[in-house]
C-alpha cells in the first residue's frame, strides 16, 4: 500500500509541474523567437516574407497553441496576408521517437486551412484540405502571379514525400475551382487582359516516382476553354521543380465579340494557333523561371 501512495504522490507532483510549466510559459518570448525564426531562411537563401507580426501566442489545449491576429507581408509595400486566429498541436509520440509531427488549422479569405504531417529528416506524410477559399480576398495574390483572381478554390491532398529524395514522392492531389475569373485591371507581358470568366473544374492529379501528371485536365467557362497536359517532376524546394507541359486556351466567339481588343492581341500569336482553334503554348523549365514557346497542335 505505502508503494501505491508513494506512486500517487510522484505522478501528483509529475502532474502539477506540467501544469505549472504550462501556465506559467513564457509564451510571448517563444512567440517573438518564433516569428524571427520564421522569417529568417538558412544561409545563402531570400527570405520568404518580409515581416512577421502575431497579437499574442497562447496555450491551446495541452499540446498546442493558439496564435491571434498574425499578419505576413511578403514584400516591402505590400499588402499584409491576416490570419485572425491559427491554431497548432505537436504530436508528441513524434518527437518521443525522433521525428517530428503536427496539426494545424486555420481560416483565411471566407475559407480554411487544415494541414496534419508526420515526418523526419528523409520523408513527410501530409494530409491537407483547403476548403472555399476565396482568391480575390488573398492579399498580394495578385502581385504575386500578375493577375486579379476571383472565384473559389478548395484542395485535398494525400501525400509521401520524400524530403531529401522528390522521386520518392507519391500520393494525390485534387483541385476544384468554382466561379474563377480574371477581374478589372489584369495584365499579362504587359498587356492588359480583359476581364475573363474562366469557369469550374475538377482536377484529380496524380503524383508518382516524384512526378505529378496532368492527363488533358481541362476548365470550362462561359469566355473560354483550357487544357493541360503533361508533367511536373518535383524537386527539392519545391521552386526547383521543373515543367514539361503544355497550355491549350480557346475563347468562345461570343467572348471575342465583346472584346475586340482580344482579337487584336491573338493576331500577334497566330504562330500558337491550331486547325481546332486552340492556342498552344509549351510550358518547360523550372517553375521558379518557366519558358513559354508556341506549340501547334
Excluded: C
Excluded at 529528416?121 to 484540405?129: C, F, G, M, N, V
Excluded at 476548403?131 to 493577375?147: M, Y
Amino acid at each position: 500500500m505505502n508503494l501505491v501512495r508513494y506512486l500517487g504522490y510522484g505522478l501528483y507532483f509529475f502532474v502539477s509541474f506540467l501544469i505549472g510549466v504550462y501556465l506559467t510559459f513564457p509564451w510571448n518570448a517563444v512567440k517573438d523567437r518564433l516569428l524571427d525564426l520564421a522569417k529568417s531562411p538558412g544561409k545563402g537563401e531570400a527570405p520568404l516574407v518580409a515581416e512577421l507580426e502575431a497579437e499574442s501566442l497562447e496555450p491551446h489545449w495541452f499540446t498546442g497553441a493558439k496564435v491571434t491576429n498574425l499578419k505576413v507581408t511578403m514584400a516591402a509595400g505590400d499588402e499584409p496576408i491576416v490570419v485572425p486566429e491559427l491554431t497548432a498541436r505537436a504530436h508528441v509520440l513524434q518527437f518521443l521517437t525522433g521525428g517530428w509531427g503536427g496539426s494545424i488549422a486555420l481560416p483565411i479569405a471566407q475559407g480554411t486551412i487544415e494541414a496534419e504531417a508526420d515526418g523526419n529528416a528523409e520523408a513527410l506524410t501530409l494530409d491537407a484540405q483547403i476548403s472555399g477559399v476565396e482568391l480575390s480576398l488573398i492579399p498580394g495574390l495578385a502581385g504575386a502571379i500578375g493577375l486579379p483572381l476571383g472565384g473559389k478554390l478548395s484542395a485535398d491532398a494525400d501525400l509521401a514525400m520524400g524530403l531529401k529524395d522528390a522521386s520518392k514522392t507519391e500520393g494525390t492531389l485534387e483541385l476544384k475551382g468554382a466561379g474563377l475569373e480574371i477581374l478589372k485591371g489584369g495584365k499579362m507581358a504587359g498587356f492588359p487582359v480583359p476581364e475573363l470568366l474562366i469557369g469550374d473544374f475538377e482536377w484529380k492529379i496524380p503524383i508518382a516516382k516524384g512526378k505529378a501528371k496532368f492527363d488533358k485536365q481541362k476548365v470550362s467557362g462561359e469566355n473560354l476553354e483550357l487544357v493541360v497536359d503533361g508533367e511536373i517532376n518535383l524537386l527539392s524546394p519545391f521552386a526547383r521543380s521543373t515543367a514539361n507541359l503544355t497550355l491549350s486556351f480557346k475563347p468562345t466567339d461570343a467572348f471575342l465579340k465583346k472584346e475586340p481588343i482580344l482579337n487584336a492581341l491573338l493576331a500577334n500569336i497566330q504562330s500558337a494557333k491550331g486547325a481546332d482553334g486552340f492556342y498552344t503554348y509549351a510550358m518547360v523549365g523550372s517553375l521558379k523561371h518557366p519558358r513559354f514557346s508556341p506549340r501547334r497542335k
